[in-house]
């Protein structure tokens, strides 16, 4: 019985470690592309401003799909639809590599989303399916931190590859670790782990949900370039938001809707749906706001603001085999307050560093945000489903999935936004000091991250105990 244990705890932490890759490699394959806009616009004969259509189309389709996700895995199983989507990614990678043309980059891009938003949300599932709550918490740790370090080291590994090979092994390189994820979902993800269900299609829900994730994430990289018409990014803006209010009305009350949300009942699910958006926006535009402060308002190289940025991932790896002995020893609430207020203080203190500020005061910083936000993500994503019933996992882990990539894709979003806003706010409060306006959106960051404390603050003490290992942990239970 022992061994027996022992392979099925094998089995079960090697298939998280698998979607951990996944997680990585589709996070990576979102942002790596910006540094090769010049090589490849340069390779088709377009300026690099058209370029940035191969990264949207990806965004665009990942976001519209992951809704599907849950409906597909309830009709033809978590299998077959994992492999498939991992299959799917795969190929797509290799015609992107092959491309002749833009036009036939961004449609391999578009299939690269189609596989994308099939993958994660499913591979998740894989794992939650057949995970008791006490390891949750671990599970979810393994599952989460790698997806972290995607928009850290996209910046970099991009100017390496374009600078020592070329733009197609930004994409050739997800061939290879997607023939071993291929082989590896074969053998770990069971035939058990596919049950079918024959629940109609919601094809009202279906339109009015990816129609507004889908246009919400477009207009969001309209907002991101430069040259963005206000009234038309407004108008737009408004309209997908009128078509999830109304997606939102309709889900509510059909009785097979695409994705149930009921779950957000579920208070601490709902926390990580509101709270954990906004942290997941904070931590998304930080990566962003950084170089650009470094290399234009302080005048480093890329390598040196390429270095700087690495310690948000040095922050990440130290910290994580605390995490899951901190929420076990202290709880949710605690370590949730302590990790959203060191996020906010940290992006305050990066927005009033200058020029003089000693490299390792700002290494520091950076290092300090790696560590709040790798704590927080990974308690948001587990007390999130610490208390949803086995029943209502599967469109809680949809939804969850759905959340996360809107605030990721609408991160560099609003940190545009903050810092536009921040010029004129800047000029008010600053007069003419250099970088003002990166130290107004740099504070309009923090104040998000402090929002995200106040919901911490609303927490009952005992929120997520469930998945707790401590003994003390498990005595009084979650209020709803």
Request: glycine share 8%; charged share 10%; hydrophobic share 55%.
């Amino acid at each position: 019985m022992r061994t027996r244990t022992a392979m099925i705890d094998a089995r079960h932490r090697n298939t998280a470690f698998l979607v951990a890759g996944c997680f990585f490699m589709e996070n990576l394959d979102s942002t790596i592309v910006t540094t090769a806009a010049p090589d490849i616009g340069e390779s088709f004969g377009v300026p690099p401003t058209a370029v940035g259509l191969v990264m949207t189309a990806y965004l665009v389709t990942f976001s519209v799909l992951i809704p599907l996700s849950a409906w597909l895995t309830s009709r033809l199983g978590v299998r077959p639809v994992f492999l498939a989507a991992i299959v799917i990614f795969t190929l797509a990678s290799l015609g992107c590599a092959a491309s002749g043309s833009l036009p036939m980059l961004v449609a391999m891009r578009v299939m690269q989303g189609v596989g994308a938003a099939m993958m994660v949300p499913v591979g998740r599932m894989a794992v939650l399916s057949r995970t008791e709550k006490p390891d949750l918490l671990r599970m979810m740790a393994y599952i989460v931190w790698p997806g972290l370090l995607a928009p850290v080291v996209a910046p970099l590994a991009g100017a390496l590859i374009t600078t020592y090979a070329s733009w197609q092994w930004l994409f050739l390189i997800n061939v290879p670790l997607g023939v071993f994820a291929s082989v590896a979902a074969w053998k770990l993800v069971r035939e058990a782990d596919s049950g079918t269900a024959q629940r109609p299609l919601d094809w009202l829900g279906l339109v009015l949900t990816c129609g507004g994730l889908g246009g919400l994430t477009f207009t969001a990289h309209l907002i991101s370039d430069s040259d963005t018409s206000w009234p038309v990014t407004t108008t737009l803006t408004a309209l997908c938001v009128a078509c999830l209010a109304v997606a939102g009305w309709h889900l509510l009350r059909t009785p097979n809707p695409l994705v149930t949300l009921h779950t957000l009942r579920v208070p601490t699910f709902r926390l990580s749906q509101s709270s954990g958006f906004l942290f997941w926006i904070v931590v998304g535009a930080a990566p962003f706001l950084c170089p650009l402060m470094w290399q234009n308002v302080f005048g480093y190289s890329a390598i040196t603001s390429g270095t700087l940025v690495l310690f948000i991932f040095v922050g990440n790896l130290a910290i994580k085999p605390a995490t899951t002995p901190m929420l076990n020893h202290f709880g949710f609430r605690p370590v949730l307050l302590v990790s959203t207020i060191t996020l906010a203080l940290s992006m305050i203190g990066l927005g009033f560093t200058t020029a003089s500020t000693p490299l390792p005061v700002l290494a520091a910083l950076a290092l300090l945000s790696g560590v709040a936000r790798s704590v927080g993500l990974t308690a948001y994503a587990t007390i999130g489903l610490s208390d949803v019933p086995p029943e209502q996992m599967r469109d809680a882990n949809t939804l969850a999935a759905t959340t996360q990539q809107l605030s990721t894709g609408l991160a560099i979003a609003l940190a545009t936004v903050a810092l536009r806003l921040g010029a004129p706010l800047g000029e008010m409060v600053f007069g003419a000091r250099s970088g003002a306006a990166y130290t107004v959106a740099f504070t309009l960051l923090g104040l998000a991250a402090l929002i995200a404390t106040a919901g911490a603050l609303r927490l009952h003490p005992q929120a997520g105990n469930a998945v707790r290992t401590q003994a003390s942990a498990a005595s009084t239970p979650q209020p709803s």
